[in-house]
């Protein structure tokens, strides 16, 4: 029983070639194995058939999951212009992939249908990988709906803010607004680590008005008052770029039950009327601490993040890392571009094949089998995949 993976990348105007040639370096490397599953991050400027025409042009019906992101991410750093490919190989895995199109407008039934799905099956899934719309859907109850103790790990997919547009790609089928499913099979094992760089300052807000995803109101004025009177910026420019966009790296964080970690909801963006547009539904009367990041705890959390995967994946050896990181962090690290991806390799090396992304939010697996997966924002997620000793 054998398991390796292998990544790729490739820039070309041409979204086709790029595809093709991204899936042709790791192809490459991987000599004689079959392809049991290609993971592929594109930046959301690509057009998505383009790119999966190039793909499946070499990997004929191997199965293929991804989703539009701000930047892609590999072992040599973030890539805005870069498609990325990564294949893992052999005997020990087996997948397959699924496609909802539908997911933006039937969140809830989306789970459902995944559950069905699974049922289905006589082998149970060891694993299973969503990318869903980050811009449209509603995550929450997606989860809410999945079975307890179900095990899923994925992202929120980032995509062109102004036009609220990401999309997702199960095998040769894309598009906008949909969720894109792996179900894994075989000798795998699979380590997760996670964490953030930021922190509570100490301002204090109350939630006092909320609908859906839009948060109206802090202390009873506009959101975007209530940033301006901290910042010192005048309200009505939170509504225009840049700052309707750097908000997200100015989230909220919440009291948990249980728990001294605050839950940490992030903007998407400023709307006109000053509110916030959320991807997380917000309670009225909860109390929210404004919190700041750095690019040094950045660094320390992608560290732990990492040592935790490690830890989790016990005895089995270290194969292929997945990484998506909250696009916060790729804003708060502007002026120093891959250092986070240099920090997870001082924890897992330089010999493991890393592929990932900046997105809008990070799908963790429950704490235990009585919970269900969990929605994170300004997170860094390490999935670290590996081969059970049992099967060698």
């Known amino acids: 029983m054998t398991l390796i993976a292998a990544v790729g990348q490739a820039q070309s105007r ?32 690509y057009d998505p058939e383009q790119v999966i025409n190039g793909v499946a042009s070499l990997l004929s019906n191997t199965p293929t999951l991804g989703c539009s992101v701000s930047s892609a991410l590999s072992q040599e750093g973030a890539f805005s212009h870069s498609v990325i490919v990564a294949i893992l190989a052999g005997d020990a895995l087996q997948a397959e992939t699924h496609w909802f199109p539908t997911y933006s407008q039937a969140s809830a039934e989306t789970a459902i249908r995944i559950s069905q799905l699974l049922s289905y099956e006589q082998q149970p899934a060891e694993q299973v990988i969503v990318f869903a719309d980050g811009l449209n859907g509603n995550a929450d109850e997606f989860l809410a709906e999945l079975p307890a103790g179900l095990s899923v790990l994925g992202g929120l997919s980032s995509g062109d803010m102004r036009s609220a547009n990401s999309f997702q790609i199960a095998g040769t089928q894309s598009g906008m607004g949909g969720l894109a499913a792996a179900f894994l099979r075989g000798s795998i094992k699979t380590g997760i680590g996670y964490g953030h760089g930021w922190h509570a300052v100490g301002s204090h807000f109350r939630v006092t008005r909320s609908r859906g995803f839009w ?30 966009y750097m908000s997200r790296i100015y ?43 750095s690019p040094s705890d950045c660094k320390d959390a992608a560290r732990q993040a990492t040592r935790q995967a490690l830890q989790a994946l016990g005895t089995a ?50 704490r235990d089998l009585n919970s269900r997966p969990d929605l994170l924002n300004q997170h860094i997620l390490v999935a670290i995949f590996g081969e059970n000793e049992k099967a060698k």
């Open 14 to 45: 041409d979204a086709r070639k790029a595809g093709m040639q991204a899936t042709h370096q790791a192809l490459h490397q991987l000599g004689t194995l079959s392809p049991a599953l290609c993971l592929v991050m594109v930046p959301y400027r």
């Open 215 to 244: 948060l109206r109101t802090l202390d009873g004025h506009p959101a975007s008052e209530s940033y301006s009177n901290l910042f010192g910026r005048p309200a009505r420019e939170w509504a225009f770029p840049p700052l309707n």
């Open 251 to 293: 989230p909220l964080g919440f009291e948990q039950l249980y728990t001294d970690e605050l839950l940490v909801r992030a903007p998407l963006r400023v709307e006109a009327d000053g509110s916030f547009r959320m991807n997380s539904g917000l309670r009225e009367g909860s109390d929210a601490y404004l919190m700041v990041g």
């Open 317 to 366: 050896k270290p194969v292929f890392a997945l990484v998506l990181i909250d696009l916060s962090w790729q804003l708060l690290l502007q002026a120093h571009p891959g250092e986070e991806i240099q920090a997870i390799q001082e924890e897992l090396g330089l010999n493991v094949p890393l592929a990932g992304g900046y997105t809008l939010g990070q799908i963790v697996p429950p």
